[in-house]
Structures are given as C-alpha cells and as structure tokens.
C-alpha cells in the first residue's frame, strides 16, 4: 500500500533523518491548510509540528509517497510508539504554487503539545524548518 507523508523537518531532502526516507518525492513544495505552530525544542532540537491549528504560519514542506516498509521505518524513526512523542495523523495541503487546485490528504508526524511547556524551546513558531536552522540548532554529538 502507499501513503503521502507530509515532511516537514529532518525527514526532508538534504536533512540529517532524509535517509531513513525511503519515499518517492512528490514534484513541488506544500504547504499545511492551515496555520500551525513549528518549534526547535529540547536537547536534540527536534523540529516539533503541534497539532494547534489556527496557531502559527502555514508549514512549508515536502510530499512523499511511501510503501508500507518505508512508512514502518519513519515510524520507528518518530517513536510514535512512546508516549509524549510523536504520533501520525491526517493533515489537510495545499500546493505551494497552485493553492487554487485545492487541498489534498496526507499523514504528517505531529509533536506532544505538552512537551512544548516542558522542553527548551530553541525556535518558533516557524513557517519552515531550514537548513540555517537545523546548522543553527545541531544537535549536540552522540556520547
């Protein structure tokens, strides 16, 4: 079976996680229907997408079809399994640059609100997760 998963942080092209994303890009950047808040936060600094809609800017990403494996290892990936983690859920995009077809489904990995209040928070609410940022917000080296 295929899924969209919607990416957003460092499951994207040129990201530190881009290889455990075993999708087949979908042609064009996307955006989240609606205004959602995007953080740096905690020791790893995690790109943390919280399902707080009106919140925030519209999230700017990635679309990727993906075969079940594929999907089986971003959710190892995320941890979606631990609790106060991340969890997939459906979202609502629109194409960056045609807005006017309308919005389409997808699945996107979604941050614990709760762990916004409990971790440092490093940056946001952002309309994107950028290389600059993710250089700027390295996580600290494996020990």
Not at 47 to 52: D, N
Not at 98 to 108: F, R, S
Request: glycine share 10%; with cysteine.
């Amino acid at each position: 079976m295929q899924h969209l998963i919607f990416v957003y942080g460092t499951l994207k092209q040129g990201f530190r996680n881009h290889p455990v994303n075993h999708g087949q890009r979908q042609a064009g950047d996307f955006l989240t229907a609606q205004r959602l808040p995007l953080y740096v936060i905690g020791p790893r600094c995690l790109p943390w997408l919280v399902e707080q809609p009106g919140q925030g800017e519209q999230v700017r990403g990635e679309l990727y079809e993906v075969d079940d494996a594929g999907l089986a290892c971003m959710d190892e990936l995320e941890q979606i399994e631990r609790p106060n983690w991340y969890r997939r859920a459906p979202i609502r995009l629109l194409r960056q640059d045609a807005p006017e077809q309308g919005e389409l489904m997808a699945q996107v990995y979604f941050g614990a609100a709760e762990r916004v209040g409990q971790e440092t928070v490093h940056a946001g609410p952002l309309p994107e997760y950028t290389q600059a940022l993710a250089a700027r917000h390295a996580p600290p080296p494996a020990s």
